[in-house]
């Protein structure tokens, strides 16, 4: 009993020093994400002690926004660019202009 005990103990004992030096390690890297994100909302003009889920809704707001602006641009390149051929390929032979604006 005594043996089985010990060989418990033994178990227990390296479990808590695994687990205290893996949670010691990760309060760590919490802080340092801690650090990081109040950096990155200071940058963003906001206080550094800002709601994360606030800070990365900014993010989240701007990158969703770029998101629509860059297929809005790609949309309007493409058209832009389906209309220069067409307009190369007739020539100017039915007297066709390009509309600037006209979208």
């Known amino acids: 009993m005594a043996e089985e005990e010990a060989s418990f103990a033994a178990v227990c004992s390296q479990f808590l020093t695994k687990a205290q ?56 390149s493409f058209q832009d660019r389906s209309l220069i051929e067409e307009l190369e390929q007739d020539g100017g032979a039915n007297g066709k202009r390009a509309k600037h604006g006209s979208r």
């Open 21 to 76: 030096r893996r949670h010691n390690e990760l309060m760590e890297r919490g802080k340092a994400a801690q650090a990081a994100l109040s950096e990155l909302a200071t940058f963003l003009g906001e206080p550094a002690d800002s709601d994360p889920a606030h800070t990365f809704g900014l993010i989240w707001g701007f990158v969703t926004g770029f998101d629509r602006a860059f297929v809005k641009v790609a949309r309007a």
